[in-house]
C-alpha cells in the first residue's frame, strides 16, 4: 500500500533537490556564523573546561 | 561577583569511581575474550570442545563487551564527570544515575550469558535478543533524561562543546538502536527482523556504522574537548574548528553507512551516497584530530613526561589514522581487495585501541589521582603500560594488514591458463596463519598494559582519600533578555531541547533519504520468481546457523567478480534474499563464501566436515561440530516460526503452521536416509539434518530458471 503511495507522488525528484539545498544553506550559514562570531564569546566558551577549578594551583596557561 | 548570592552544590564522584572501576573491569574481560578468539584462529583447539566458547559465539561476546562494556562504561564515567562541571550543577537526579549504572551493568551481564548460549539476532553489534533490546532503550533514556534534566537545571549559560556531542551521540544513538532492532518475537528468545535481505543489510549498516560514529567517535570527540584541555592546562586551540567538525561530523557520518556494501547487491545509487559521504567525511575527522593535537602546541615538552598526555596524543593520532583509512575504504577500488579481509579487523583495532582503548587509559590515569585527591602513584608504571599498549598496537595491526592483502592478492589471482591460481581457499588461510599468531600476541601484549593500570589505580586509591562529594558554588542562571545583534546560533545554543531537536534532524535527513526509498520504493528489491520461502527444516537449520554465529566467518554474498564467480558460483542478486530475516551477508571472511553451498557436495561431506573439519579439508582452522550429530533438535516452535514469518509478509500458504511440523519430518527423514546410504548414522530429528537441509539450499533458488538483474 505505502509502496504504490510513494511511488506514485509526483514530482518526487525534488526531494532530493530541497535536502541538498538544506545541507548547502546549513554549512554557508555555519560558515558565516564561525567567521562574524564574537572573540568574547569564544573565548568564553574555550575557558568553560577550566572554571570547576576555582583554586587550579598553577593556573591555566592562557595561549 | 559583587551583588550577586552564590548558590552551593556538589558533584558526584561516586558514580565516576563506579563507572570507571567498570570501565575497567569490563575492558579486561572483553580483551581476554578477544585474545581467546584471536587464538582460536589458529589453534581451533582453543574453543574448548563445546559451543558456548566457540569462535562464532565469542566474537559478538568480544565485539559487545568491547564496545559497550568497556568503552560505554568509559563513556559514563567522563560524561558524569564533566557535564555536571560544566553546567556547573550536578547530574539531574541522583536515583536515576544509579538506576543507569545497575541498569547498564545488568545488559552486559545478560549478554554475557545469553550469547554464548547461542541467543543471537546476528546483526553486528546488535546481536541481543529483543527483551534485551528494549531494557537497553529504558537504560540509555534514563541516562539521555539525566543528561537533559542537567541541561535545564544548569548554571551556565552556554553549553561548551564536549556536551554538544554527548547529547548528539545520545539521540542518534537512540534512533539507531531502535529502528535496527525493529523485530517480531516468536518467543522470549528469538525473534525475526521486521526488514528482509537488501532491505534488512542496509538497516543494518546505517546502524553498525553509525554505532562506531556514535558510540565510538563522537562520545569520545565530547571527551577530547574537555580532557585534552583539563590534561594540558590549556584551552582547545580552535573553538571555532570545533564547532565546524561538530556540525559536519554529525550531518555527514550518518550518511556513509552503505560503504559497507559496496559491491554486494544493494542498489548502486545507495552505494555511491555511501562512498561520497565517507570521502567527504574526511574533513571534519581531520579537523577535529588536527584541533586536538594543535591543543598540545607549546606543551610537547609535558609529552614527554605525562603518561596521560601520551595516551592521548596515540589516541588523537590512531583517530586521525582511521578516520583516513575509513574513507580511503570506502573506495570502490580499494574496497574491493579490502573487504572480507583482515584488514578491516585492523581498521576497527587502530579506532578501538588506539583511540577508544588509549583514550579511556588517559582518562582514567587523569580521574584517578582527582578524585582521591593525590598524585599518580607511579608514573613510571604508566609509561610503561603506555609502551606495552602502543607495541600492542603495532604487532596487532601491521600482521593484519599484511595478512589481509596477502590473502586478497592470493584470492584474486589468476594463472596464465586463466584459471584461480589458488582455487582452494584453505591454501589462502595457511598461508596467514602466522600473522594471525602474531596478531594474538600483540592482543596480549595490550592486555598485559592494562592490568599494570589496574594496579597502578589500586595504587593510587590507597595513597588518597576519595572524595565522593566535590563542592563548587555558581550564582543562579538569569533569566535571559535578548541582546541585540545575537548570532542564531548563540541563541540556539541555550536552548537545549531545542538544539538537540536540531541535531536530531540533522542526522535523521541522512538516514531517511538513504532509508525510506530503499524499503518502500519496489523497484529497489527485483524479485525473481524462483525464489521460494525456506522450508521448516531449513528455516531450522538457518536458525541454527544463526545461533552459532557462523556469519562471523562465513560470508553469503558473492560479489560481481571475475574472481569469485569462478570460485564460489554466480554473483548474489538482490532479489535472492526477500525471505532472509535476518541477512547473512556476513564481513569477513575467514572461511569461504557459502551463498552458492547448496549441491556442492553431498550431504555425507558436511556431516563429516561438521564433525571434523580437517577430515574433509586438512589444515582446516574451522573448529569441529560434533555436538551437532548427537544434538536434538526441539521442533516444537516452528508453527510459531512460521506464523510469525506469515505476519511480516512470507508467503506461507494460510494454515502452513499446522502442516509444517509434517513437512519437516519428510525432508529430516529423506536426509537421514541419505546420509545412511553414505554409511552414516544419524538421528532425523539431530541438529545436524537441519543445518545440511539448509546449507544444501544455498543459493539453488536461482538455478531452476534462468534469472537477471536489471
Not at chain 2, 220 to 226: E, I, S, T
Not at chain 2, 296 to 305: I, Q, Y
Not at chain 2, 579 to 604: A, N, V
Request: hydrophobic share 45%.
Amino acid at each position: 500500500m505505502k509502496k504504490e503511495i510513494l511511488s506514485s507522488i509526483e514530482n518526487i525528484e525534488i526531494y532530493p533537490i530541497i535536502s541538498l539545498l538544506i545541507f548547502v544553506i546549513f554549512f554557508v550559514g555555519m560558515f558565516i556564523w564561525v567567521i562574524k562570531v564574537d572573540k568574547k564569546y569564544v573565548d568564553h566558551m574555550k575557558e568553560m573546561p577550566f572554571n570547576d577549578e576555582p583554586q587550579n594551583p598553577e593556573g591555566n596557561e592562557k595561549v | 561577583m559583587p551583588g550577586t548570592t552564590l548558590e552551593q552544590f556538589s558533584y558526584d564522584n561516586k558514580i565516576v569511581k563506579y563507572f570507571g572501576v567498570a570501565t575497567i573491569a569490563w575492558g579486561l574481560i572483553g580483551m581476554l575474550v578477544g585474545v581467546l578468539a584471536a587464538t582460536q584462529l589458529f589453534l581451533p583447539e582453543a574453543n574448548l570442545g563445546n559451543p558456548y566458547t566457540t569462535f562464532g559465539r565469542i566474537r559478538p561476546l568480544h565485539t559487545n563487551a568491547v564496545i559497550f562494556a568497556f568503552v560505554g562504561n568509559a563513556i559514563f564515567a567522563g560524561i558524569y564527570y564533566s557535564m555536571p562541571r560544566l553546567l556547573k550543577t550536578p547530574m539531574w537526579n541522583k536515583a536515576l544515575s544509579w538506576f543507569h549504572f545497575w541498569g547498564w551493568q545488568l545488559i552486559i551481564i545478560l549478554a554475557v550469558i545469553t550469547l554464548p548460549l547461542g541467543f543471537t539476532s546476528s546483526k553486528e553489534y546488535a546481536e541481543l535478543e529483543w527483551p534485551i533490546d528494549i531494557l537497553i532503550a529504558i537504560v540509555w533514556v534514563a541516562f539521555g533524561v539525566n543528561m537533559i534534566g542537567a541541561l535545564i537545571k544548569r548554571r551556565e549559560k552556554h553549553m561548551y562543546v564536549a556536551i554538544w556531542f554527548y547529547l548528539a551521540s545520545f539521540v542518534t544513538v537512540a534512533v539507531l538502536h531502535i529502528f535496527n532492532s525493529l523485530a517480531l518475537p516468536v518467543s522470549f528468545f528469538k525473534s525475526y527482523s521486521a526488514y528482509a535481505g537488501v532491505q534488512d543489510a542496509l538497516v543494518q549498516w546505517w546502524y553498525g556504522h553509525n554505532a562506531v560514529a556514535f558510540f565510538l567517535t563522537t562520545p569520545f570527540l565530547g571527551l577530547m574537548y574537555y580532557y585534552l584541555p583539563k590534561a594540558a592546562n590549556r584551552p582547545v586551540y580552535s573553538y571555532k574548528l570545533s564547532i565546524v567538525h561538530f556540525w559536519s561530523l554529525i550531518f555527514l557520518y550518518i550518511w556513509a553507512g552503505p560503504h559497507h556494501l559496496l559491491y554486494t547487491a544493494l542498489p548502486e545509487w545507495a552505494q555511491v551516497l555511501g562512498t561520497v559521504f565517507s570521502i567527504m567525511l574526511l574533513a571534519p575527522s581531520w579537523g577535529g584530530m588536527v584541533n586536538g593535537l594543535l591543543t598540545l602546541r607549546g606543551a610537547w615538552d609535558k609529552v614527554r613526561v605525562d603518561p596521560v598526555l601520551k595516551f592521548m596524543v596515540v589516541a588523537v593520532t590512531a583517530y586521525g589514522m582511521s578516520t583516513f583509512e575509513g574513507p580511503l575504504l570506502s573506495l570502490k577500488n580499494v574496497n574491493a581487495i579490502a573487504h572480507y579481509t583482515d584488514w578491516i579487523v585492523a581498521h576497527v583495532h587502530i579506532g578501538g585501541l588506539g583511540w577508544n582503548g588509549f583514550f579511556t587509559f588517559a582518562m582514567l590515569y587523569w580521574l584517578w589521582p582527582k578524585m582521591w585527591k593525590t598524585t599518580l602513584y607511579s608514573t613510571k608504571l604508566a609509561t610503561t603500560h603506555f609502551w606495552m599498549g602502543t607495541m600492542g598496537i603495532l604487532f596487532y595491526a601491521l600482521p593484519m594488514y599484511v595478512a589481509a592483502l596477502t590473502q586478497s592478492l592470493m584470492w584474486k589471482e589468476f594463472t596464465e591458463a586463466g584459471r584461480l591460481a589458488y582455487p582452494n581457499f584453505l591454501e589462502t588461510v595457511i598461508q596467514i596463519k602466522p600473522m594471525y599468531m602474531l596478531r594474538a600476541f600483540g592482543g596480549l601484549l595490550y592486555l598485559s598494559g592494562a592490568f599494570l593500570l589496574v594496579y597502578n589505580m589500586v595504587k593510587t586509591a590507597k595513597q588518597g582519600s576519595f572524595m565522593a562529594e566535590e563542592q563548587d558554588e555558581a550564582p543562579a542562571l538569569k533569566p535571559h533578555v535578548d541582546e541585540p545583534g545575537e548570532f542564531w546560533h548563540k541563541a540556539w545554543e541555550r536552548k537545549p531541547i531545542f538544539f538537540t531537536i536540531l541535531a536530531t534532524i540533522a542526522i535523521l535527513i541522512g538516514g531517511v533519504i538513504e532509508i525510506v526509498p530503499t524499503i518502500l520504493v519496489k523497484s529497489n528489491v527485483p524479485t525473481i520468481s524462483s525464489v521460494m520461502p525456506y522450508t521448516p527444516l531449513e528455516l531450522q537449520g538457518r536458525d541454527l546457523y544463526i545461533s552459532h554465529g557462523c556469519v562471523g566467518c562465513h560470508s553469503q554474498m558473492i560479489r560481481p567478480f571475475r574472481s569469485e564467480t569462478e570460485r564460489y558460483g554466480e554473483y548474489s542478486k538482490a532479489g535472492e534474499f526477500v525471505y532472509d530475516r535476518p541477512f547473512l551477508w556476513g564481513s569477513k571472511r575467514t572461511g569461504p563464501d557459502l551463498h552458492r553451498e547448496g549441491g556442492k557436495y553431498p550431504d555425507s561431506w558436511h556431516y563429516y566436515h561438521m564433525v571434523d573439519p580437517t577430515s574433509m579439508s586438512p589444515g582446516s582452522l574451522m573448529p569441529p561440530y560434533p555436538w551437532l550429530s548427537t544434538n536434538i533438535m526441539d521442533h516444537d516452535d516452528v508453527p510459531a516460526k512460521i506464523r510469525t514469518l506469515q505476519k511480516l509478509g512470507v508467503p506461507y500458504p494460510e494454515g502452513y503452521d499446522a502442516q509444517a511440523n509434517a513437512d519437516l519430518t519428510i525432508q529430516a527423514n529423506k536426509i537421514a536416509a541419505n546420509l545412511k546410504t553414505a554409511g552414516v548414522e544419524v538421528m532425523p530429528e539431530s541438529e545436524m539434518v537441519a543445518l545440511i537441509a539448509y546449507l544444501q539450499r544455498l543459493g539453488t533458488d536461482i538455478k531452476k530458471t534462468t534469472a537477471s538483474n536489471p
